[in-house]
């Protein structure tokens, strides 16, 4: 009975076998063999088993560092013993991490950065003066005046400032309250801290949450940790994989039966579509979100990857402001932000912030003391947040050469994601969308029937057969659609298109000539 | 300022609809947590922080925020070698400044080396950079005498904190009188209440002795475990050595670790080891035992079957570095497929900040004897302790003066957790107010002189008892002043509630 209302809260069509327990049983052998587990003459068993755990976090899954990265980091291994194979490296095509990829950070922000790290550099003549006015200025906000004391949970004040007034310069002058702004350890920091809040019910009346299909695994992952029923929405692939709003509302219709649907997740640009929503789309968004009184969440991390000309990027925010007020004073709102996209690529410093609007004050004291349990985000990652949302601007000493690099990243990747959509497109049994956003492809595959019975005999998801065998054959680690979700009998992959230019090129063409291979194969 | 369900109705009637998130519809378990290290008086003492910005006159010229263990928020310096080696790692330009040592250098490579894209801004696997935990292997090996650590065990975090919380939420399952208990020390460092609020686990005290310089008893462990398997399944237990709140000696001995172990095997029962405060060890004759080693050395069958995570952390020791937000578990004997569960539960947040694991690589492997910047870095280090230990001294001089007023030695971390008297009446006037009466005293404290400590409600203590918590951490002098300002005031309350 239990099960079977835990498959339910799933929400997902196909009942594909967990692809982790495939992998696990390799690894756990693995981690065995090197715990040197003692052999006891009579072991006892162990308080934490797979059995005894917490069920919830059992039912977590996270594919974009799943079972096939797992694999990938064995290969790498095996490499590194002098195995030979038909590739010399790994390419981690999986996960958006461009300067792991190649890409060079901002000149300005990392020498703010330093500055910051270690005030002595401050009488340094090797540091432009806007650069140490900067660093002079978030350290001033810091205890101690050092990076390295606590900031409020909330995050350091004049930085919370400064995202409230990029916000309100971005969307036009719609005006933005720092007392609204709330700095976070990334985005995926915020967003499972407001899922968190939201998450209350039992039963029919537990949590309905609302995510599209395909969703960056975040949401999935959090759903299942928080035990709240996870509730999909389909993307339209035939219309580059636009949000109709009538598919949101069968969607909530069919989940009011057996939850209490109260939250809707929106990714714009998307994760892994890289769709770019419409005003309009927004507007109905907003619309519906207001009818069905949904709290609405706006992860908006790839704000800055808009590559389609036809497309620009609208905040949820400013399109609900100018909505009017019996929206604006209404629609519960929160918009998240990052420092690991965009021209920045500074994934690994984790900066990110949450603009809440319409909250309830005092969910907002909640909200802090859920956030004060865990002190504050780190504060290196504040300062970059900074610097993303304070850039140099005309007139300033490093204006010219901050908007040198970060037009050359953006032209960069909008090339590449040109070159990727193009290249996709004209394999047969490959179809791309338009690559409008963000940092992904997201290819449709045809996978043969035979194909589709050789994974079922493997018990794999048949897009996890054809990731792995390319990943065995060209060392190429792309993450297979199934652990992002896609509509029944479809098939998918999610690569990224963050390798430099000659090397995507190479990569693309070995996807090719291995997915011409595999048709072959399994005709 | 709130708005209340009256206020919402009003709303209501305003034309404003009634919201999705109240604190009606929130998760309920998210409404019970609390965590007074930043609780409602330190929103105080920031709002008089504003009001003195403000230019509002108060006894007093600035707020003293002695509720929370932020060194360098009270002015103790960072360490110089791990600040030039993370500024090189974050702008490798400087790689060819003169003004660099060259082990700095050198450090900084070697950790660059390891990242992906050669760069601090790339995501690192998700259980931190290899490099990294395996020079935090060695560490701990270095530290214990020997006693092999393996890097496969070691997973960095973010804090201490980030590891604690995921090491306990495997560990709750369970319904009704099934539930999983976790027994945590009275006294106690609120993380481990507010996280297992937040998870819907048992809460299962059991209370340091404070006659005893707050000694751990396996009699009172044994007491809180009976009472506690009527009505939930007690899986772990939590110590915190060197303790916080308090600072304990028994805790710290080796008999007692053993003690401890024994009994968390005999009672089937997960360890959790907080050990952040591992470097803050002042009392002459005390000696920082980990619960790894004692382990270890008490050889089979505890050694090769009792389940086993301690936590360290780079917000604490002589580092003070809490905004980088550096920390690891160890796990010992840990279920393969659990580890695994472990990283994949990790891998959704992807990866520990990693400035903050370059930080921790600096504090685990620092300057060699032979290195150019060794003896800088031994300076300045072997100050802050000494610093420190005479602030713990003087901190325990000045309470045990004071009428009204006990201190227990402190032994290490940063804190003293004192005892004081209230007379009746103002404990009468706390309940007429609906506030612990120690919170009652802190909050007029906080008013009267601008101190800001956090009550020992919000820690725990034994029913009719009151203590608070202040830090160790502002400089010596200031310090000695606070001290007296303190007393002072309780002197001055009691006569006011006699």
Same mark, same amino acid.
């Given at each position: ?24 049983? *390799? ?43 797992? /694999? ?106 720092? &007392? ?39 949401? *999935? ?95 949820? /925010? ?22 690991? /996209? ?182 | ?143 214990? %005498? ?15 904190? &980030? ?12 319904? %009704? ?39 751990? &008893?396996?009699? $009172? ?33 080796? $008999? ?134 005479? /602030? ?13 007023? *006990? ?40 008013? $009267? ?50």
């Amino acid at each position: 009975m239990q099960r079977a209302a835990a498959l339910v809260r799933r929400g997902c069509g196909p009942r594909t076998p967990s692809s982790w327990g495939r992998s696990q049983s *390799s690894a756990a052998a693995e981690a065995s063999a090197v715990l040197k587990v003692r052999p006891e003459r009579s072991r006892r068993e162990r308080i934490l088993t797979l059995e005894s755990m917490n069920p919830q976090v059992k039912a977590v899954e996270y594919a974009v560092r799943g079972p096939i990265v797992l /694999k990938a980091g064995e290969i790498e291994l095996e490499l590194q013993r002098g195995i030979k194979k038909p590739f010399t490296e790994v390419i981690r095509a999986n996960i958006g991490d461009a300067q792991a990829m190649g890409q060079q950070p901002i000149t300005f922000l990392r020498q703010v950065m330093a500055l910051c790290t270690y005030p002595n550099l401050l009488d340094s003549p090797s540091f432009p003066e806007d650069a140490k006015k900067r660093a002079r200025r978030i350290l001033q906000a810091c205890g101690g005046h050092s990076l390295g004391s606590y900031s409020a949970s909330q995050g350091v004040n004049c930085i919370r400032e400064d995202v409230a007034a990029y916000i309100t310069r971005r969307d036009g002058g719609v005006p933005a309250d720092p &007392d609204n702004i709330y700095l976070t350890t990334g985005a995926s920091d915020g967003i499972s801290t407001i899922l968190k809040i939201l998450v209350s019910g039992g039963g029919k009346s537990r949590t309905g949450v609302m995510i599209p299909i395909p969703q960056y695994p975040l949401y *999935s992952a959090v759903i299942s940790e928080l035990d709240a029923i996870q509730v999909n929405y389909y993307l339209d692939e035939e219309n580059c994989w636009a949000l109709n709003v009538n598919e949101l509302r069968r969607a909530v219709q069919e989940a009011k039966d057996h939850c209490d649907p109260k939250v809707l997740c929106i990714i714009n640009p998307g994760n892994p579509t890289g769709q770019v929503q419409s005003r309009k789309c927004i507007e109905d968004v907003i619309h519906f979100a207001w009818e069905e009184k949904l709290f609405l969440l706006a992860d908006e991390v790839y704000q800055d990857n808009v590559y389609s000309p036809d497309c620009r990027f609208h905040s949820f /925010k400013k399109v609900l402001y100018e909505m009017g007020p019996e929206y604006s004073s209404n629609v519960e709102l929160a918009s998240f932000h990052s420092t690991s /996209k965009g021209y920045m690529g500074e994934c690994g410093y984790r900066g990110g912030y949450m603009e809440v609007i319409n909250l309830h004050p005092e969910i907002k004291g909640q909200l802090v003391k859920l956030l004060s349990v865990r002190l504050c985000p780190p504060v290196s990652g504040q300062a970059a947040m900074d610097i993303v949302v304070n850039p140099p601007v005309a007139g300033e000493e490093s204006f010219e050469q901050f908007s040198r690099e970060k037009e050359s990243v953006l032209g960069n990747l909008a090339k590449k994601a040109k070159l990727t959509e193009d290249l996709f497109n004209q394999v047969p049994g490959i179809h791309c969308s338009p690559l409008q956003g963000a940092m992904y492809a997201f290819p449709r595959i045809f996978i043969p029937v035979k194909a589709v019975e050789a994974a079922q005999a493997h018990q794999m998801a048949p897009d996890m057969f054809y990731c792995m065998k390319l990943l065995e054959e060209t060392g190429i680690c792309v993450v297979p659609g199934s652990g992002f979700g896609q509509r029944e009998g479809t098939y998918h992959f999610r690569m990224t298109i963050l390798p430099p230019v000659e090397k995507l090129k190479t990569v693309l063409q070995k996807v090719k000539d291995f997915h011409i291979n595999f048709l072959e194969k399994y005709a | 300022m709130a708005l209340s369900t009256g206020d919402q109705s009003q709303a209501v009637r305003n034309g404003l609809r009634a919201k999705v998130l109240t604190l009606h519809s929130m998760n309920p378990r998210v409404r019970q947590v609390e965590y007074a290290v930043r609780g409602p008086i330190v929103q105080r003492a920031l709002e008089l922080e504003q009001e003195l910005c403000q230019g509002v006159k108060k006894p007093f010229t600035e707020v003293i925020r002695a509720n929370i263990g932020d060194a360098q928020a009270m002015g103790q310096r960072p360490i110089t070698f791990l600040r030039q080696v993370l500024a090189l790692c974050v702008n490798p330009d400087l790689l060819t400044s003169p003004s660099f040592p060259d082990d700095a250098k050198k450090r900084a490579e070697r950790i660059l080396q390891a990242c992906g894209g050669h760069s601090l801004g790339a995501y690192s696997v998700s259980s931190g950079i290899q490099l990294i935990r395996e020079d935090v292997a060695q560490y701990i090996e270095r530290r214990d %005498g020997g006693i092999p650590a393996d890097p496969n065990n070691v997973f960095l975090s973010t804090g201490a904190s &980030d590891a604690i919380v995921t090491v306990l939420k495997l560990l709750v399952a369970g319904e %009704g009188h099934t539930r999983t208990g976790v027994l945590i020390p009275i006294p106690q460092y609120p993380l481990y209440s507010a996280t297992l609020a937040e998870l819907g686990a048992v809460q299962v005290d059991y209370y340091l002795d404070e006659e005893r310089s707050w000694a751990l &008893d396996v009699s $009172e462990l044994h007491r809180a475990l009976c009472q506690a398997r009527g009505h939930c399944h007690p899986r772990a237990l939590c110590v915190i050595n060197p303790g916080n709140p308090h600072s304990s000696r028994q805790v710290q001995t080796r $008999e007692c670790i053993e003690a401890v172990i024994r009994f968390a095997f005999e009672e089937r029962l997960f360890l959790l080891a907080d050990e952040v405060y591992q470097d803050n060890v002042y009392a002459a004759g005390s000696q920082f035992h980990s619960f790894k080693k004692v382990l270890m050395e008490m050889g089979p069958p505890y050694a090769g079957q009792q389940e086993l995570a301690s936590f360290h952390s780079t917000s604490k020791g002589y580092m003070g570095e809490c905004g980088f937000r550096g920390g690891y578990v160890e796990v010992v004997n840990m279920d393969a497929a659990v580890q695994q569960q472990m990283l994949k539960l990790m891998s959704v947040r992807l990866c520990p900040p990693v400035p903050g694991q370059a930080l921790l690589d600096l504090v685990v492997s620092p300057p060699a004897p032979t290195d150019p910047s060794f003896a800088q870095f031994q300076a300045e280090r072997q100050a802050v302790l000494a610093e420190l230990a005479a /602030k713990a001294k003087l901190t325990e001089q000045v309470f045990n003066k004071a009428p009204g007023i *006990s201190c227990n030695p402190v032994q290490g971390a940063m804190y003293s957790f004192p005892r004081v008297q209230l007379p009746p009446r103002a404990v009468e006037r706390a309940q007429e107010l609906g506030l612990a009466p120690d919170m009652f005293f802190c909050l007029r404290l906080l008013e $009267e002189t601008g101190i800001c400590v956090v009550p020992g409600s919000g820690f725990g203590q034994r029913e009719g008892t009151y203590h608070f918590r202040m830090t160790i951490l502002p400089p010596l002098e200031k310090l000695r002043l606070l001290l007296e300002k303190l007393s002072r005031f309780h002197a001055k309350f009691t006569l006011e509630y006699s």
